[in-house]
């Protein structure tokens, strides 16, 4: 009698769920932060930028299957892959690398730090106690309680590093580097990027908080004009 054959269902299911980290997941964080600098040029650039993003074709349908679908489907299977962490760990030894470790707990906590994000702004729109007009003002009294500073940042640093080192692990995953150079770049190119934006989205943070156009304003940046001087 042949032995069974293994499920492919934790393969399958492990690939979507890098695939999901990647594409749409981190375009639509990329995307997320690039529109939220925008508030780097002023009230009005923001909310322009709002504006376009709100006049898309079927915005609701992509939010729920291109974005909330996603998300909920790559937070809930990061969460049994970290709980299953330790056994892991015990079983495979360069499964204690800091980087495992860290992967698992930024993952857990992006997760936790979206959801509260996504309450504040995107179910207080759905709910209509929220306008989409009204989120560069709520933005502005979210980060300057300090607490909400430190809250955000945390949640900024931990979503970046997870997507960036998840950049480097999909690309073992999916084969795209086979070689130790080929690795190396990867890596270097994933930090590089990782780096760029929490760079931009701290920024960002420091221009609603504490500093109208940033630590280092944008090419272009007139700062008497746009911040009311």
């Known amino acids: 009698m042949s032995e069974p054959q293994p499920s492919r269902w934790p393969f399958l299911l ?7 980290g990647v594409v749409p997941l981190g375009v639509f964080l990329i995307e997320h932060l690039v529109t939220n600098a925008s508030a780097l040029y002023g009230r009005r650039s923001y909310g322009m930028a709002v504006e376009r993003i709100q006049r898309l074709p079927g915005l609701v349908w992509l939010e729920v299957l291109g ?68 989120f560069y003002g709520a933005i502005e009294r979210t980060l300057a309680e ?16 997870h997507f960036a ?6 690309s073992d995953t999916w084969g795209v580097a086979t070689s130790a150079r080929g690795r190396t770049s990867v890596a270097v190119a994933s930090a590089i990027a990782g780096v760029a934006l929490w760079a931009l989205g701290v920024d960002t943070m420091y221009h609603f908080a504490l500093r109208c156009g940033g630590v280092v304003p944008l090419p272009g940046f007139d700062r008497a004009a746009l911040c009311g001087l």
């Not at 080192?165 to 999909?170: F, K, P, S």
């Open 165 to 170: 080192n998840g950049l480097r692990t999909a």
């Open 67 to 134: 974005i909330f679908a996603p998300l909920v489907f790559h937070g809930m299977y990061g969460i049994a892959i970290a709980r299953r962490a330790k056994l892991d760990v015990a079983r495979y030894p360069y499964s204690s690398h800091w980087l495992f470790v860290l992967q698992r707990a930024t993952g857990v906590l992006a997760f936790a730090f979206v959801l509260v994000h996504l309450w504040q702004f995107r179910v207080a729109k759905a709910r209509g106690s929220l306008d989409a007009s009204q």
């Open 146 to 161: 300090p607490l909400w500073f430190a809250v955000y940042l945390a949640g900024l640093t931990a979503t970046v590093f």
């Open 14 to 20: 492990r690939r979507a769920h890098s695939l999901c």
